[in-house]
């Protein structure tokens, strides 16, 4: 008498090391003799929550290629930051990116991570617990917010 295997669906899924967050999708077009032709452009930021962070920039044909390519350019782009007792950056740090300026400054426990929009979601990722940051810049656009972020981080020393 032969045992009956259990389908391969039984195999544990592996869980996603990274949380992911889609900050922008756009429709961008190009004009060509026939018309318009139209992609998406997405913007994604990536991080494990533990000093690892990347933003990643790609366009598709359609969302779910968009969002792929720029989670794989995410991936690529990672950054290692480190962290004053696992929760705070080392010191303040100002950078800008485009016509974004951002100004990150550390914080005692406790104190919460006080930031808006596209920062917050950099800096909550890249495993950062407490801290400020102020958009000193003009602009409103995500994108370049998001990547004055990195390049904020990116002054950081250890």
Known sequence: MQTRRRPSTDRPVRKEEFRERVLDMR???RV???GKRF?????IVLGDEKGSVGVGIAK????QQAVAKAKADAKKNMLSVNLQDGRTIAHEVLAKYSAAKVLLKPASKGHGLR??????FVLAFAGIKDATAKCLGRTP???TNALATIEALKKLKA
């Open 141 to 143: 656009n995500k994108l």
């Open 115 to 120: 930031a808006g929009g596209a920062v917050r």
């Open 27 to 29: 429709r961008v077009t």
């Open 32 to 34: 060509v003799a026939g």
């Open 60 to 63: 598709g044909l359609d969302v």
């Open 39 to 43: 992609r998406f452009r997405c913007t």
